[in-house]
C-alpha cells in the first residue's frame, strides 16, 4: 500500500500562487508515476499533470500549461505542483496519486490522496 498526503491548499486571489505538497509512504516503489487531478464543485475530476520517477518527463492539461509546474524529491518521497498566475477557475480540490506506470496515460492511477482545497478569489 501506499499513502498519500497533500497539503498546501488554501485561499488566495487571482493571479496569487500557491504550491502543492503531496508525502509518499508505504511500498514507494510503486510509486513510479506521479499525478496531480482536481475536481471542482458539480463537476467531474479532471487531470493537471502527472511525473515520472525521474522527472525527465512531464504532461500537463491544457487549461494549466504554462502556469503550472509538477516536479518531484525522491529522496522526500514528495511530489508539488507549482501554481503561479491563478484563476477563478483553478478552484477545485486537488488529488495527489500514484501508480505504476505508464507516464503518459491520465488513467490507472491505484493510490489517491484525500485532497487539498484550493480556492481562488476574483
Known amino acids: 500500500q501506499v499513502q498519500l498526503v497533500e497539503s498546501g491548499g488554501g485561499l488566495v486571489q487571482a493571479g496569487g500562487s500557491l504550491r502543492l505538497s503531496c508525502a509518499a509512504s508505504g511500498r514507494t516503489f510503486s510509486m513510479n508515476v506521479m499525478g496531480w487531478f482536481r475536481q471542482a464543485p458539480g463537476k467531474e475530476r479532471e487531470f493537471v499533470a502527472t511525473?515520472?520517477?525521474?522527472?525527465?518527463?512531464?504532461y500537463y492539461a491544457d487549461s494549466v500549461k504554462g502556469r503550472f509546474t509538477i516536479s518531484r524529491d525522491n529522496a522526500k518521497n514528495t511530489v508539488y505542483l507549482q501554481m503561479n498566475s491563478l484563476k477563478p477557475e483553478d478552484t477545485a480540490i486537488y488529488y495527489c496519486a500514484a501508480k505504476g506506470g505508464p507516464v503518459y496515460s491520465t488513467t490507472g492511477y491505484d493510490y489517491w490522496g484525500q485532497g487539498t482545497q484550493v480556492t481562488v478569489s476574483s
Open positions: 511525473i515520472n520517477w525521474s522527472g525527465g518527463r512531464t
